[in-house]
């Protein structure tokens, strides 16, 4: 229904920061919420924070006061900017669009927090 591209993944040092964007093109204006979910070699997918079209924020404990999530007015780009990075923030963002029926995903984009 939707075409979603991530972009802005990369290598940064502990406490650096990043900001992922997604580019949502198709059917937008059927989009309920959009999301970022992360999976870490041998874990599974988890949230990471989510927002309604009305701008409702919903965040993983572990990421709260360090990322925050945006959704522009078009519902075409969202955004994840994240701060004070860890190296357990590590893994792949995949950037998600939920519709009544059903949802939609990324291909997803590296997240590397090392020194």
């Known amino acids: 229904q939707v075409q979603l591209v991530e972009s802005g993944g990369g290598l940064v040092e502990p406490g650096g920061s990043l900001r992922l964007s997604c580019a949502a093109t198709?059917?937008?204006?059927?989009?309920?919420?959009m999301g970022w979910y992360r999976q870490a070699p041998g874990k599974k997918r988890e949230l990471v924070a989510t927002?309604?079209?009305?701008?409702?924020?919903n965040y993983a404990d572990s990421v709260k006061g360090r990322f925050t999530i945006s959704l522009n007015n078009n519902r075409n780009t969202l955004v994840l900017q994240m701060s004070r990075l860890k190296p357990e923030d590590t893994a792949v963002y995949y950037c998600?669009?939920?519709?009544?029926?059903?949802?939609?995903w990324g291909k997803g984009t590296q997240v590397t927090v090392s020194s």
């Open positions: 927002i309604t079209i009305s701008g409702t924020t």
């Open positions: 198709g059917n937008i204006f059927e989009i309920n919420a």
């Open positions: 998600n669009a939920q519709f009544p029926i059903g949802a939609d």
